[in-house]
C-alpha cells in the first residue's frame, strides 16, 4: 500500500508565517502531529525489536503492541486518545534517545521501554477491555498516561505488577500490595488525582489536562509525581479562568488557536517575580511545561508563547526551514545563554507571537504601560535576530519566505508609535541585556587589548584594522550565567505597580525590589544620568569586574548624549573592558594617575566608539567583530 | 482547501488512516524515509523543534 504524504497549502505556510493562522490550520497541524507520533511509535518498536534483551521481567513490546491494537480494533477514539496525548511523544522520544545512547538514567532500560506497556492499558482501559498486563512499578508508582497514578508498596526502585480488568473491576497487584478499583472509577475517568483545567468564556472553551504525576512530563529526566496541593490547584484553576477570560475577550484570534493546541499543561513550582519559566518540545505537541504563574496576564502570554514553538514544531516536521549548522552559537535578546541557530528561529516565532500579544493588549488597555514597553521591546528583538538569521547560509528557500512573512507583518508594527517612556525603558532593557550578554560571554585577546591600549596612551587614533580584534565566545559557551535581568525585573516591578520611573528613591533599600539592584540604577531610572554613571564608576571603581555597573554606565552615558561612547558599549562592550583592563594597572600606579581613573572608562569608550563610527551597531554574531 | 490550490508536498507521511496493526508490519519506501528523518531529529542535540523560557536546567535535548 502506497501510503500519502501530508501535503500544506502555500496560503498555510503564509499564513503561519504572517502570524495570522486560525483554528482550522491549528487542526490541520494537529493531524500531521497524529502521523508523526506514528512514526515516532514505530521507530521506536523498531529499535527495541532490535534488542531481545529490553524485556526485563515484563512481556515483550510486541505483547504490548497487541493490546494496543485490541484496544483500537474496539474503540480507535479511545486508543488516539492514548496515543496522540502529548506526554506518551515526550516518553517515546526520551525511549528513543536512551536506546541511541542519547540519554542517560538510573533506571534500567526495561522500565523505560515497559512504558509501552502503560500506554496500552491506558488505552484498553478506555477503550472497556478486559485484559491482563504487566506494568513497570517505578518507586511504588504506576502512571497511566491520560488517567493518573496509582501507589503501591514496593521494596526495591524499579518493580513490575499485574493489572487486570474484569467485568468487576481493576486490580492491580505488586509483590508487596494491590490497590483494587471498582469498575465505575476507572471508564469514568475517576483515577485518583485525574486533574483537568477548564474555562468557558466569550463563547470559546478550553480545557486542559493538569498532569503532574507523568514520569516523562519534564523532558529531559524522569521525575516522580509531584501532585499539586488542593490550595495550589484552586489558584491555577483562578489564574485559568482570568487567563481565558484575558485572551476570550481581548485576543480571540489567539485565543481559537490555543483552545485547538492546547492539551496539557505540566506545572512546576512558582519562579522568581517576572521570571517566570516555561518549556515545550516538539515531541509532545500541546504540552506546555510551566512555573506557576505570577498573574493571569503572565499565564496567557506563557500560554501563546509556548504554543507558537508548538506550531512551529509542527510546521518543521513538515518543511525544511534551516539546514543543519556548524554548531555556531548566537546572541538572542530573550536568552541568557548563546543559541543554536535553530534555537534563534524557535525563539524568533515565539516572541513574534508575545509581541503580537502585547500589541493587542496595549490597543486594548491604552492607558497601561506594561503593554507599550512588552510591545516595543519585542517587537525590536525579533526584528534584529530576523536580520541576523536572513544573513545565514543555512537557511532554506522556504526558511526565508517565511521570515519574509514574518518581517512583513513586523514592519507595520515598528511603524506603530509607541510612548516615549515606554519606548526608552525597552530600549535600555535591549541595550542593558546585549551588553551584559556580550560582558559575560565574549572574550578578547590580552595581547590585543594590550596593542590598542598602548595605542590609546599614545594619543593615537584608532587604527581601524585594529578594531576588527576578534570576540572570542567562550567555549564551551556558559549556559548558566545570572544578574541579566536585574534592570529588566526592576522595571517590570514599577510598570505593574504603576510606580514612576522616578519613584523608588535612593533613600530606599534598593535591593528591596528586586535582588542586585544598587543605588545607581534608581538615579538611572529616575532621569539623573550623572548621578547614575558617578555610581556605577565608583562601583566599578571598588569591584571593577562588577558586570552589572559596566552595562549600568552604558545606560548612564546613553542618557548623558555620548554617542561614540554608547556605540561602543553597544558593539564591542567587552573592547572597552578589555582596553580598560590593560589600562587600569598603569593608572592607579600613582597618585597622579589614580585621579584619572573615574573617567577612563568613557575616554576608552569614547575613543574605540570614535573608530567604530562606521561600523553597525548591531553586530551580526558574537564571533565577529 | 480548494483542488486548485498550491501544496507543498512534505517529507511527513500520512498515517491518520493507518491502523496500529498495519503501522506495525507496514514496509514501503515512504515510511523508511520518514522513519529515518525522524531519527535525525530524534539525534539532533538542538532539538529546534521546541523551545524554552527560563533555567537552563529545563533546557530541552
Redesign the interface.
Known amino acids: 500500500?502506497?501510503?500519502?504524504?501530508?501535503?500544506?497549502?502555500?496560503?498555510?505556510?503564509d499564513a503561519l508565517a504572517a502570524g495570522v493562522d486560525g483554528p482550522e490550520l491549528a487542526e490541520r497541524l494537529r493531524?500531521?502531529e497524529?502521523?508523526?507520533r506514528?512514526?515516532?511509535?514505530?521507530?521506536l518498536?523498531?529499535e527495541a525489536r532490535n534488542r531481545r534483551d529490553l524485556a526485563g521481567p515484563l512481556f515483550s513490546v510486541?505483547d504490548a503492541?497487541d493490546l494496543?491494537?485490541r484496544a483500537?480494533r474496539r474503540s480507535a477514539a479511545a486508543?488516539s486518545a492514548v496515543?496522540d496525548y502529548p506526554l506518551v511523544g515526550l516518553w517515546a522520544?526520551f525511549t528513543?534517545?536512551r536506546l541511541?545512547g542519547?540519554?542517560h538514567d538510573d533506571a534500567p532500560l526495561w522500565v523505560d521501554v515497559g512504558y509501552l506497556h502503560c500506554v496500552a492499558v491506558a488505552a484498553a482501559v478506555r477503550a472497556g477491555l478486559s485484559f491482563q498486563a504487566r506494568v513497570p512499578v517505578r518507586r511504588g508508582t504506576v502512571v497511566l498516561p491520560t488517567f493518573g497514578h496509582l501507589r503501591l508498596a514496593s521494596r526495591d526502585p524499579w518493580e513490575v505488577a499485574d493489572f487486570s480488568v474484569t467485568g468487576e473491576g481493576a486490580r492491580l497487584a505488586g509483590r508487596f500490595g494491590a490497590v483494587e478499583l471498582a469498575d465505575g472509577s476507572i471508564r469514568a475517568q475517576r483515577w485518583p488525582r485525574s486533574r483537568r483545567l477548564t474555562s468557558e468564556a466569550n463563547g470559546l472553551r478550553l480545557s486542559v489536562a493538569l498532569d503532574d504525576v507523568n514520569p516523562y512530563r519534564?523532558?529531559?529526566h524522569p521525575a516522580l509525581p509531584a501532585p499539586v496541593l488542593d490550595s495550589e490547584m484552586a489558584r491555577w484553576q483562578r489564574l485559568f479562568d482570568d487567563a481565558w477570560l484575558l485572551l476570550s475577550r481581548d485576543h480571540p484570534e489567539q485565543a481559537q488557536v490555543l483552545a485547538a493546541l492546547a492539551e496539557v499543561v505540566i506545572p512546576t513550582v512558582r519562579?522568581g517575580r517576572f521570571?517566570?519559566?516555561?518549556?515545550?518540545?516538539?515531541?509532545g505537541f500541546g504540552a506546555v511545561?510551566m512555573?506557576e504563574p505570577d498573574d493571569a496576564t503572565q499565564l496567557a502570554a506563557t500560554l501563546v508563547?509556548?504554543l507558537q514553538?508548538?506550531k512551529?514544531?509542527a510546521l518543521?516536521?513538515?518543511?525544511?526551514l534551516?539546514r543543519?549548522g556548524d554548531q555556531e552559537l548566537f546572541y538572542a535578546p530573550?536568552r541568557d545563554?548563546p543559541r543554536?541557530?535553530?534555537?534563534l528561529?524557535?525563539?524568533v516565532f515565539?516572541f513574534f507571537g508575545v509581541t503580537r500579544f502585547w500589541r493587542r493588549a496595549r490597543a486594548v488597555h491604552p492607558g497601561d504601560a506594561v503593554g507599550h514597553f512588552e510591545f516595543a521591546l519585542w517587537r525590536t528583538a525579533v526584528r534584529d535576530v530576523v536580520e541576523t538569521l536572513v544573513t545565514r547560509p543555512e537557511l532554506t528557500v522556504?526558511g526565508h519566505r517565511f521570515l519574509l512573512g514574518v518581517s512583513t507583518t513586523l514592519d507595520g508594527w515598528l511603524a506603530e508609535p509607541v510612548p516615549r517612556s515606554a519606548a526608552r525603558l525597552a530600549a535600555a532593557v535591549a541595550l542593558d541585556h546585549r551588553v551584559g550578554w556580550r560582558l559575560r560571554h565574549l572574550t578578547v585577546s590580552p595581547t590585543a587589548a594590550a596593542a590598542l591600549a598602548d595605542g590609546f596612551s599614545a594619543g593615537r587614533s584608532v587604527p581601524p584594522d585594529a578594531l576588527r580584534v576578534s570576540s572570542r565566545l567562550d567555549r564551551p559557551a556558559r549556559?548558566?550565567v545570572t544578574g541579566l535581568e536585574v534592570r529588566s525585573t526592576l522595571i517590570r516591578h514599577l510598570l505593574h505597580q504603576r510606580i514612576s520611573p522616578g519613584g523608588p528613591r535612593r533613600s530606599d533599600e534598593p535591593g528591596r525590589l528586586v535582588r542586585g539592584t544598587i543605588a545607581a540604577d534608581l538615579d538611572w531610572l529616575a532621569g539623573d544620568a550623572a548621578a547614575a554613571a558617578a555610581g556605577f564608576t565608583a562601583t566599578l571603581e571598588a569591584r571593577p569586574e562588577d558586570l552589572h555597573a559596566w552595562s549600568g554606565l552604558a545606560l548612564a552615558y546613553a542618557d548623558l548624549g555620548e554617542p561614540a561612547a554608547v556605540r561602543a558599549f553597544a558593539s564591542r562592550p567587552e573592547l572597552v573592558r578589555a582596553v580598560h583592563r590593560a589600562l587600569a594597572p598603569a593608572s592607579s600606579a600613582g597618585p597622579a594617575t589614580r585621579a584619572d581613573t573615574p573617567t577612563l572608562r568613557l575616554s576608552v569608550a569614547r575613543w574605540i566608539g570614535a573608530g567604530l563610527a562606521g561600523w553597525t551597531e548591531r553586530p551580526k554574531h558574537p564571533d565577529q567583530p | 482547501?480548494p483542488a486548485t490550490?498550491?501544496?507543498?508536498?512534505?517529507?511527513?507521511?500520512?498515517?491518520?488512516s493507518?491502523?496500529?496493526?498495519?503501522?506495525?508490519t507496514?514496509e514501503?519506501e515512504?515510511?523508511r524515509i520518514?522513519?529515518e528523518k525522524?531519527?535525525r531529529?530524534?539525534?539532533?542535540p538542538?532539538?529546534?523543534?521546541?523551545?524554552?523560557?527560563?533555567?537552563?536546567?529545563?533546557?530541552?535535548?
Open positions: 500500500m502506497l501510503l500519502d504524504l501530508h501535503r500544506l497549502s502555500e496560503r498555510d505556510f493531524a500531521s497524529r502521523s508523526q506514528r512514526v515516532l511509535l514505530r521507530a518498536l523498531d510486541d503492541w494496543l491494537v483500537e486508543a496515543i522520544a528513543l534517545r541511541r542519547l540519554r519534564h523532558f529531559q519562579a521570571l517566570p519559566r516555561s518549556a515545550s518540545s516538539g515531541d511545561l512555573s508563547h509556548e514553538h508548538a512551529l514544531g518543521l516536521h513538515l518543511v525544511d534551516c543543519e530573550w545563554d543554536p541557530l535553530g534555537a528561529l524557535q525563539g515565539a522556504r549556559t548558566a | 482547501m490550490e498550491s501544496l507543498i508536498e512534505c517529507s511527513l507521511i500520512d498515517l491518520n493507518t491502523s496500529l496493526e498495519e503501522l506495525r507496514s514501503g515512504r515510511l520518514a522513519v525522524l531519527l531529529q530524534i539525534d539532533d538542538e532539538n529546534r523543534f521546541g523551545g524554552y523560557r527560563g533555567d537552563v536546567d529545563w533546557r530541552l535535548g
